[in-house]
């Protein structure tokens, strides 16, 4: 009797030690997927930091260009572009007060990529037209002055979607700091599923460094011409 129960006792706690193996392993994975998600969202908003500038540099030469107009018509090859969100990188994380934000952040986006993709769509239909001779110029030019009129809100909705950019960007990294995975915080530390209540706070620390490290990479890029 003593060897069957010694069995049985062996054979539960042999089989409770893979299951608890099982849910810690489950538990480290799906912290992993989460800070490897914060990276790729880290690298998606810096490259936004870079994209978002130089279309309002393309936009600010429309405007410039469309002012000077007098005496020549004007035709454009570089327009402000699309910019792009790899929204399959949010499925893994934890974090619902990122999620939300980042929801937000890519509808906005998605208006500016449809507002900005028609405006480019009709300017080059009449510019092809101009080329063609199917048009005269003063037409052209009404429709180069729309398309600047088009051009400068959409600037104005951009810059508002660059401050967005930041304040995500500084809280996607203060998360990686916070969640970097490692297998005793996957055991001992629960992943938090909302931001600590200082968290705004650290926010705002955070934008000012990244204020300065952009302000940091101008002056080096000035330097290099």
């Known amino acids: 009797m003593e060897i069957v129960l010694a069995a049985f006792a062996g054979a539960f706690f042999s089989f409770l030690f893979v299951k608890l193996a099982e849910h810690f392993s489950n538990i480290h994975d799906t912290r992993k997927l989460h800070y490897y998600s914060l990276l790729k969202i880290q690298t998606i908003?810096?490259?936004?930091?870079?994209?978002?500038p130089e279309n309002i540099y393309e936009i600010d030469h429309v405007i410039k260009t469309c002012k000077g107009t007098k005496g020549y018509t004007p035709i454009i090859s570089n327009k402000p572009r699309r910019i792009e969100f790899d929204q399959s990188v949010i499925l893994n994380l934890r974090n619902s007060d990122i999620i939300n934000k980042l929801v937000s952040?890519?509808?906005?986006l998605r208006r500016y990529n449809v507002d900005v993709s028609n405006a480019n769509e009709v300017?080059?239909?009449?510019r092809n037209a101009l080329i063609q001779k199917t048009i005269d110029k003063d037409n052209y030019k009404s429709i180069f002055e729309i398309y600047s009129s088009v051009l400068k809100n959409i600037k104005d909705f951009i810059e508002k979607l660059n401050i967005d950019t930041k304040k995500i960007l500084c809280m996607v990294r203060i998360r990686i700091h916070?969640?970097?995975?490692?297998?005793?915080?996957?055991?001992?530390?629960?992943?938090?599923?909302?931001?600590?209540?200082?968290?705004?706070?650290?926010?705002?620390?955070?934008l000012k460094e990244l204020e300065k490290e952009i302000a940091?990479?101008?002056?080096?890029?000035?330097n290099l011409y």
Request: proline share 2%; with cysteine.
């Open 45 to 52: 908003l810096n490259n936004h930091l870079n994209e978002i």
């Open 105 to 108: 952040y890519i509808c906005k």
């Open 123 to 126: 300017y080059d239909l009449f």
């Open 178 to 206: 916070k969640d970097k995975t490692n297998i005793f915080k996957s055991i001992f530390n629960k992943l938090p599923d909302t931001n600590e209540y200082d968290f705004k706070d650290k926010v705002a620390e955070e």
């Open 216 to 222: 940091k990479n101008k002056e080096k890029s000035k």
